[in-house]
RNA sequence: GGGCCAGUAGCUCAGUUGGCAGAGCUGCGGACUUUUAAUCCGCGAGUCGUGGGUUCGAGUCCCACCUGGCCCA
């Protein structure tokens, strides 16, 4: 069959298997073998004074070919970056040339030759030989524009990391990111766990789960919302200081700072409390941000955000003082209720005097904290984890790190006090009872595990995912996660 | 869940008042032994998201739906 001679997409997936073809013919394996990748482009071009000469060895992808009839370029692109092949027929002979010509883009091939640099000085390899690693079937996306459609980002990510650099971009400084915080805990004698992700109940944190089965054991079974009450548990166990980086599902709506599945890093530090958590959180996220960037500016949603500690420390009670105009923790329910909708607060739907606190810090507070702001001293009744300060029990040793107008985690002091916890695990037992369903559930395990006694201990929990859209300037969630939640096409 | 916007060639995008479906890149053929968005000549390339409706005639107008984005809840 003679392949169509038009450039539809049936004629274009032709040409490539025509060309598929030939290579089979010729006696060529056209998804090759292995490939001593001695180099990579970006060292090669860093080394180039040093190297200049001498023989080079790359493999990768084949971004561009221009052919000059008897002489060729193409741009090869490894993980590193990319480097310029240069082919002459009266170094690799006609047949070789000829199939250089008919490279192309998306095809993968491995290079060896000498390197050197064009008379336009641009750094190359000068093929000696090469050798088809693995035909591209598919067209790529097109050469400058790269892929914009965000659907096709999302939905064939492997695309968007070939063509668009920034994306690719993005994932190695979330890598990095991660690898600092790791070693950055290390360090100071945390030690990495894993808690289970299937149990008979969600807790740890206020959120919808989602809801699966074990057919073994007939039970249904839920997805963790949090790593929390687990960590907590090998507090009491002993181990001290504990972190699990680690994924949480929440069963809630998407949005550009949520998706159902996210990845979450908790610490627990025994004998601490929240100021210790503090100064942690500042450090790690100031030296994850050197290690992922280089520095600790960032540009996130067109502001600049210095990260370097001290952060600042706001009373959440304060704020809402100021912005609100009332001490939420004098006024009655009502009295909140309307300073809120005075300030143009919807709380409608807020069931209870929490949610309507909530929502307040949310539209109020949490938009005017751009730079790096603790968020500190929440109403106990929306922190039913947290220890009770003891000058004012009304109030939670509790902090969020604010950055950029949105949060990044949540942290306390822990609260160890078995019946004070017990009383709190009642308190969201009648709300979730009036009808609040993203109430805590009650863990008598916890409580057990902490009479068996947990010391004074401070945790924290860092959005990995939210910290990387700061760090890369992401303006969306899903641009951060390289699978992102998509419908069925 | 509500509002707004988008979906046209493999990709990036035009498409006027309802009147023959367009460009660039990609592809194919040709020229070219230092180009790099190579250049030059030539040729192709379509389920206009899906399904209905109005109309002599629909990419365009109307309705429903699908997918995605933004905003709100």
Known sequence: MTPPQGGSPESELAARRAKLARLRAAGLDPFGARFAQDDHAADLVRDFEARTGQAARVAGRVMTVRVHGRAAFADLQDASGTIQIYARVDKLGEGAFEGFTELDRGDHIGVEGTLMRTRRGEVSVEAGAWTMLAKGLRPLPEKWHGLRDVELRYRHRYVDLIVNPEARDRFLVRARMVTA???????????????????????????????????????????????????????????????????????????????????????????????????????MVADAAIAATGGTKVTFRGHEIELAPPWRRLSMLAALREQLGVDVLAASDDEVRAAARTKGVDVAGASTRGQVIDACVDHLVMPRLIQPTFLMDHPVEIS??????QDDPRVAARFEPIVGGFELGNAFTELNDPDDQRERFLEQAAERARGNDEAHPYDEDFILALEYGMPPTGGLGVGIDRLAMLLTGAESIRDVILFPLMRPE
Do not use: C
Request: aromatic fraction near 10%; proline fraction near 4%.
């Open 384 to 389: 039913p984890l947290a220890k009770k300060r």
């Open 181 to 283: 915080m790791r070693r950055f805990l290390d360090a100071r004698g945390f030690v990495e766990v894993e808690t289970p992700i299937l149990g008979s109940m969600a807790a740890g944190a206020t959120a919808r789960p989602f809801t699966t089965h074990h057919n073994a054991l007939d039970m249904d079974l839920h997805l963790r919302i949090a790593t929390e009450l687990h960590l907590k548990r090998l507090i009491v166990g002993g181990l001290e200081r504990v972190y699990e980086i680690g994924r949480d599902f929440r069963n809630e709506g998407l949005s550009w700072r949520h998706n159902p599945e996210f990845t979450m890093l908790e610490v627990y530090q025994a004998f601490a409390d929240y100021e210790d958590i503090m100064r942690l959180t500042e450090e």
